[in-house]
């Protein structure tokens, strides 16, 4: 059978040795990835940054922004199925592809993060229904099987797969049943956002991270979800522009690619207004009920005050003010520079939450300490990002998922 | 936001006193010895240590001949109100059993390290390497202490075996197990320490020293005010030293006489 067969109908794509060169580049980056896997499964977390201070680290950071920038699956879907923003069609299947991509490399990578990978279905067993993390392990597992339910039928609609009249029929019907899908994707991934920045808000004694809540959540369980899909659509938006770069062909229209961003925009600027708020009450409340001022909390280069300015204005205020003005929102160079300081913003905010408040001494008598990854936590999380190409590569090539395309791409 | 709250009839409790404390570490020696902790792979690193039982140095930080120091041993404070409990996620460690001590269940333990973030103390440990002890010492493990394997966290549990023997004991010579007397189970630091520095007992019976001397001026407990309710006092009358057990701000006065 000729790999062209397999191509959605009527479009082009590169010579099957130049792919397969392609490939192998992504393999030989999964390749490094696996094999730091095995050092760690084999030698223990001893070869990675992490120690009895940072209990949390690169793994953890990098599942917490790969899964926030991943939101853009469940909130297009939402508002593609439940809301009726039709606009969305032309894009919801890649936001469901970089979904599957992000949720599925966070959990190969939280085999990694927890000292014995084969007790993780404790978690299922012996559930602590006080635990913020019991419920992100229900959430995130179950969130993966609806994904893994919405990427099937994109898979079946490969023109081969699609002749076969029973698995043409399972897409057909899998179509039919998605909106019930993606409102209960939403429902799981709405919890599940939130209840990461639950993690990290109930730490009542580390008052760097520790917020007041609202009935059981604190508010960094908001605003984790807010800040998830604000990043998410653009960052969705961003993966078909670098496609399109990457294959010189057109993939979404321009109009699709403004709506995801005025979506980021709306979002960031709804999450600011609770994040300044939230920051505000921080330092005026929390921090000198807990004996501490603004300044202890900031050390070096590492943990400086840089960071909370730049996630705040930098990386929030300006894209946010860019998104929502149309004229700045509808030319594309600063469309695209918008999102990625979206992305970039929201990957603070996540490095914060995690080092900064692991780093931060709390008794008086301690100090501040810097965590650096090692290549053992580098590779695995790149070994990801390459994952997650190669999916997009095959999906790309022998799936139909952006309807655009063609009309797009004249012959 | 606590979302683990349990009151107990009896508290075991520690009163540390810091100007008896020499910082000559036997209390950590013991803690080793007795709760069966590998001697370290490599101990250039304290960031990998196991020491359940650590002592800080505080300082006043006042330059000679006013320089002073204070040594701290900081076990695992038992908290009233714990952190590490309600988020570890597979009810591995837990505070249910009469006495109020913060147990851990190594066997079910995932390893997810969530309650070492929580712990403001650093008083958990994380097996960052497979314990092994040189041949021969392995005939000096405490027989009623489980040992840990490779990736799982750990802490100081006020020698709970000891605990157990107690109540047995108890129970051999007729005597109610759940109303021990002050001597009947003491912690292999407290034991171990030359100069008497370390007081256990029941925090919530007045018979106990331990009671008197948590009611001191000169008590108090590290980081009082995050309400974590530790079930370790310390106790110092040095102004200097009560003043590192919290975050005060410049303005705040610390308590005692
Ligand atoms: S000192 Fe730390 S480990 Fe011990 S009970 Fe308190 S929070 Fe838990
Ligand atoms: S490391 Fe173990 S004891 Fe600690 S929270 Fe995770 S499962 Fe619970």
């Known amino acids: ?411 | 936001m606590v979302l683990y709250l349990k009151e107990f009839k009896v508290k075991w409790g520690m009163v540390i006193d810091l100007d008896r404390c020499t910082g000559c570490g036997a209390c950590m020696v013991a803690c080793q010895a007795e709760n069966n902790l590998a001697p370290p792979v490599d101990a250039s690193n304290k960031r990998y240590s196991m020491t359940w039982m650590l002592v800080y140095q505080l300082s006043n930080r006042q330059p000679y001949p006013n320089h002073d120091v204070a040594y701290m041993p900081r076990p695992c404070l038992q908290c009233g109100k714990p952190n590490c409990v309600p988020v570890c996620p597979v009810i591995a460690t837990d505070k249910n059993q009469e006495g109020g001590i913060v147990s851990m269940v190594n066997a079910r333990c995932i390893g997810c390290r969530y309650c070492q973030a929580a712990c403001p103390y650093h008083a958990r440990y994380f097996n960052w390497h497979d314990p092994v002890w040189p041949e021969g010492m392995e005939k000096t493990l405490t027989q009623d202490v489980s040992t840990r394997p490779r990736g799982v966290v750990e802490k100081c549990l006020y020698c709970h075996h000891r605990f157990m023997y107690a109540r047995d004991k108890a129970r051999i010579e007729g005597r109610d197990p759940n109303a021990l007397a002050e001597d009947d189970y003491i912690p292999a630091c407290v034991e171990m320490c030359p100069t008497n520095a370390i007081t256990f007992g029941d925090l919530a019976n007045p018979e106990h020293k331990v009671h008197k001397l948590s009611k001191s001026p000169y008590a108090f407990r590290l980081l009082e005010r995050l309400n974590t309710d530790p079930q370790l006092y310390y106790y110092s009358q040095r102004e200097w030293v009560r003043r590192q057990g919290d975050n005060f701000l410049e303005h705040e006065t610390v308590g005692g006489v």
Not at chain 1, 354 to 366: E, I, N, Y
């Open chain 1, 1 to 411: 059978m000729c790999d062209k067969e397999l191509w959605p109908e009527g479009v082009q794509r590169c010579s099957l040795k130049l792919f397969i060169v392609w490939l192998l580049v992504i393999f030989a980056v999964m390749a490094w990835g696996l094999y730091a896997a095995f050092v760690v499964w084999s030698g223990g977390l001893i070869v990675t940054g992490m120690d009895n201070y940072f209990a949390f680290g690169l793994y953890i950071i990098f599942d917490l922004a790969v899964i926030a920038l991943g939101a853009g699956a469940f909130f297009s879907g939402l508002l593609y199925y439940l809301i009726r923003v039709d606009g969305l069609k032309n894009i919801i299947n890649l936001a469901v592809i970089i979904g599957f991509i992000c949720y599925s490399g966070a959990l190969l990578i939280l085999t990694l993060e927890v000292g014995q990978p084969l007790r993780a279905w404790f978690g299922f067993w012996h559930p602590n229904v006080h635990s913020m993390l019991t419920e992100v392990i229900f959430c995130i597992t179950c969130y993966m099987i609806v994904l893994t339910i919405e990427f099937i039928p994109i898979i079946l609609e490969n023109r081969k797969l699609n002749k076969v009249k029973f698995l043409h029929h399972v897409a057909h019907n899998f179509h039919v049943i998605m909106p019930l899908f993606a409102g209960v994707g939403a429902f799981l991934s709405f919890f599940h956002q939130g209840s990461l920045g639950g993690m990290y808000g109930v730490l009542f004694s580390r008052p760097y991270a520790f917020r007041e809540g609202f009935f059981i959540w604190p508010w960094t369980f908001f605003l984790f979800i807010l800040s998830a899909v604000a990043s998410g659509p653009g960052f969705t938006m961003l993966v078909a522009t670098l496609m399109e770069k990457m294959t010189g062909r057109k993939l979404v229209d321009f109009s699709v690619k403004a709506l995801m961003g005025k979506i980021s925009g709306v979002m960031l600027a709804i999450y600011l207004f609770f994040k300044y708020l939230d920051t505000w009450g921080w330092y005026a409340g929390i921090l000198p009920r807990s004996g501490l001022t603004f300044s202890e909390m900031f050390y070096g280069l590492a943990y400086g005050k840089w960071l909370l300015f730049s996630e705040l204005i930098v990386f929030g205020l300006v894209p946010a003010v860019l998104l929502l003005y149309s004229k700045t929102r509808n030319t594309p160079w600063i469309l695209y520079s918008a999102c990625t300081m979206v992305g970039i913003g929201v990957i603070i905010n996540r490095y914060v939450q995690t080092a900064q408040t692991l780093a931060h001494p709390v008794m008086p008598f301690d100090r501040w300490y810097v965590y650096v990854p090692t290549w053992a936590e580098w590779a695995p999380s790149l070994a990801v990002v390459a994952y997650g190409a190669l999916i997009l590569s095959l999906a790309y090539r022998y799936l139909p998922v952006f309807p655009q395309e063609r009309k797009l791409n004249p012959a």
